[in-house]
């Protein structure tokens, strides 16, 4: 079964061909990230205004690269929620417009779970070991922190997420007070590689006996330490982005791994933009094998926003529906 996916919610546009629920034919993705940059963050009416007028060619563009036509498509799927509104809205329209002219079934998936089954996608001829659920599915996005007994793609459950703050928005935060851009979750993963110190420390809350997270409070210690110190000698910002990192990266692997030993699991996924940043990866890896979990990463270019997703998951849901 191919299914053409399609992903509008937040500033990426993308359209993917995705084969059996597997096989990525072709994964296309355009951002207007650079016509949110000045601002320092998304502006969704710009956002949902260049989702319009990049549709068609990102969807052309995935038809061509995956060698197909509109017809040798068996079913659309569609980013249903959650995410920008106005931006949605466009994938969704265009999605079931084109399921109704072709006359085909149209298949409307959940972003997070989607961020998780990025995990169970191959390029064509690429190396890969498949997860095995049950799991424990951790999603760490610009929207998103949260942490799921994964079951099966049928049934998630909640086990906690953030009460204020997502762990990507704590990111692009955190970059914007020390004025280094947007987003800045790579430009801090990349500052904090050359920062590496023990001096600074930034503590997260753990909120014991949950598995809810909490990011405000880092941030606002990140505020208060540049207050402090922006004129000393000693003021780094590569010292503040690896002690800031160090800090979110810890609760995000040890609360994942504390959901893994409470439900007896051994395989975790990790799902999101956030997914992308190599010393979550790293400490995942190294406390991975410590505690005999298998965790899972998506490749780098399923991290982000991405249709690939969105049509492999629909597999699932289409299945289910007989
Ligand atoms: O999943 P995504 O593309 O969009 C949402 O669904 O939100 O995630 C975007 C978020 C941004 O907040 C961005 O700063 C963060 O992912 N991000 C990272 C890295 N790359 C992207 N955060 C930390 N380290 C990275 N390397
Ligand atoms: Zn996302």
Redesign the pocket.
Known sequence: MRILGIET??D?TSASVVEDGREVFSNVVSSSLKDHQKYGGIIPEIASRRQLELIHTVVREALEEAQLKLEEIDVIAVTKSP?LIGSLLVGVSFARALAFALKKSLIEVD?IKA?LYANFLRFKGGEFQEPTLPAIGLV?????SSLFHVKNFHHCILLGQTRDD????A??KV?RVLGLG?????I???LAKEGVNKQIHFPCADLPGTFDFSFSGVKTAVLYHLKKNKASDEFSVKRIAYAF?ESVVSILVEKSIAACKKKKLKTLLI????A???A?RQKFEWRGREEEINVFFPPLSL???NAAMIAGLAFHLMKSKG
Request: charged share 15%; with cysteine; proline share 5%.
């Open positions: 919610s937040c990426e995410g972003h961020h760490v996005s610009g929207g998103h997502a762990a990507g928005e990111y692009d970059a947007y987003p800045g979750g790579p801090l993963d990349r990192q799902g999101g933009g956030v992308a940043n190599s979550l991290c982000m926003d």
